[in-house]
């Protein structure tokens, strides 16, 4: 078996629309839920306590994502700044609000398509493969307000109409494509993904049915505008642990694993609803309305890549144990005491990656994707402007070794890695910037003070190397 990552592997970093483009109310884009979302650290809470915002309070909230970092206006310069680290895809998101202001209107908004296009010709200019996911944690609040949400079919259709219009015009210049990001914390009932508040188990599956089929329609005008298009389904990943070898905790942990790890997977890569997701139904009181066609849809039509992010592990023991909880992306677990942990609680583990590679291209033998992956850090920066971010050199490295090993010893087909947060952006769990990722170091704090000035971390050189060398220097 040839060594290495393969030829071609599309390294480079991921980023999303409402984190990072500013220009909120800009060129008739129209207000998103991510508008109405406060930074700080009430933001996990409100979505948790069911009392997310659904209009604009500048007297009580500030709302660090209607600046973002500005990329609406600064594209060019930090697309020069990916190529100069020579990434061969960047992932990015287009905000539906942008086309469709109210995500019902008759007619796109041709502002939002004229500058998307200028952006994907931009990185194809340095031979950037733009990776686009189509509605990442954005829906637009109209369709909150005056739909309900995903819990309303009426959305599948308005998505299908929004999903042809930007097919239409970039499917001849982006072959990688995903539908919805982190579809499965719909799961666990999240704002950012259903739109909708956490109002019963019921309505959240019916909002995930919903999106499962407005996700095929998708792949369905994809495949019939390119042949040669590649449609992912996005998912997290958090490697499962049972905390004890008690078989009653292991097959608790099995259980969970089922519902978050794989039920949006299974559905959306193998095609059909797994029994455990019926008997899942069943035990919770769970009736979907599943209207004709629609599973014949989702059969025809699943996805030729399976895409993750990648950020932490997590560990189940029984509820009856008084053990530490951990925090974590959306929801934590047991403390590991194995692990380390990020200054946010997430904790690290590259072994486990390399365990979910394994498991995900066992389960569905696809090509795999990783479209998030990184350290979340605050970053000094120093008297001459140096940025020495060695503990995220160490995280990615890390990571990247057990990729690699995934790839080399176990035959992981793995297509792409894009390192979450390239460039610094507003963090989706904090709303804030004091929790950075990139390799980029974007001058602006949370009170909205900067120069909004872009300089190279560490980590920017380090990266540059990675890419150069196909992922042997490491
Ligand atoms: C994922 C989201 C991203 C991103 C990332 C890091 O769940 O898809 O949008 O933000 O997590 O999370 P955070 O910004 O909360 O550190």
Redesign the pocket.
């Known amino acids: 078996m040839k060594k290495g990552f393969k030829d071609g592997f599309l390294w480079g970093g991921a980023t999303?629309a409402n984190?990072f483009e500013g220009a909120y109310n800009e060129d008739g884009k129209g207000l998103t839920i991510a508008d109405v979302s406060p930074g700080g650290k009430q933001r996990m809470k409100l979505l948790r306590d069911d009392s997310y915002p659904l209009e604009i309070d500048l007297e009580k909230y500030t709302y660090p994502n209607h600046l973002g970092i500005d990329f609406y206006h600064r594209y060019k310069e930090d697309i020069a700044l990916f190529a100069e680290m020579g990434f061969k895809t960047f992932r990015m998101s287009i905000s539906w609000a942008r086309i469709f202001p109210n995500g019902d209107d008759a007619q796109p908004n041709e502002a939002g398509l004229k500058h998307y296009e200028n952006v994907i010709d931009e990185l194809l200019k340095y031979n950037i493969e733009p990776t686009i996911t189509i509605s990442?944690?954005e829906t637009p609040l109209n369709l909150v307000k005056s739909y309900g949400g995903w819990k309303n079919r009426e959305l599948i259709g308005l998505f299908e109409k929004y999903a042809r219009t930007i097919l239409e015009r970039y499917a001849s210049k982006v072959t990688y494509w995903m539908t919805f990001?982190?579809i499965n914390t719909g799961v666990l009932g999240s704002f950012f993904t259903l739109g909708m508040r956490n109002e019963s188990l019921n309505n959240n599956f019916q909002a995930l049915h919903n999106q499962f089929v407005a996700s095929a329609k998708a792949v369905k005008i994809a495949r019939e505008l390119n042949p040669n298009i590649k449609m992912g389904c996005m998912s997290?990943y958090a490697t499962m642990y049972a905390y004890d070898s008690n078989p009653v905790t292991v097959a608790e942990t099995m259980e969970e694993n089922r519902m978050f790890n794989y039920f949006c997977n299974d559905v959306q890569v193998r095609g059909e609803y797994p029994t455990y997701a019926h008997s899942f139904f069943t035990k919770n009181n769970v009736v979907l309305d599943v209207q004709p066609g629609d599973l014949e849809v989702i059969k025809e039509n699943t996805m030729d890549y399976l895409s993750f992010?990648y950020?932490m592990s997590t560990t189940h023991a029984l509820k009856t144990a008084e053990k530490e909880e951990s925090e974590g992306?959306?929801f934590g677990g047991t403390k590991n005491p194995y692990l380390e942990a990020s200054e946010?609680g997430w904790e690290i583990d590259p072994v486990g990656l390399r365990i979910a590679l394994n498991d995900l291209y066992g389960r569905y033998g696809v090509p795999l994707y990783i479209s998030?992956n990184g350290l979340?850090a605050v970053d000094k920066v120093e008297e001459d402007g140096s940025i020495h971010d060695d503990y995220r050199i160490d995280y990615l490295r890390k990571h990247i070794s057990e990729m690699e090993k995934a790839v080399t010893i176990d035959g992981v087909d793995l297509m792409a890695y894009t390192a979450?947060?390239c460039i610094d952006l507003v963090?989706?769990?904090?709303g804030e910037m004091a929790?950075r990722?990139g390799f980029i170091y974007v001058d602006l704090d949370d009170e909205g003070k900067g120069t909004l000035e872009r300089s190279r971390k560490d980590s920017f050189e380090w990266y540059k190397n990675v890419i150069s060398t196909n992922g042997v220097a490491i």
């Open positions: 999303a984190q990442h944690y990001n982190e997290i992010s950020y992306n959306f946010w998030e979340g979450w947060g963090s989706a769990s904090t929790k990722y």
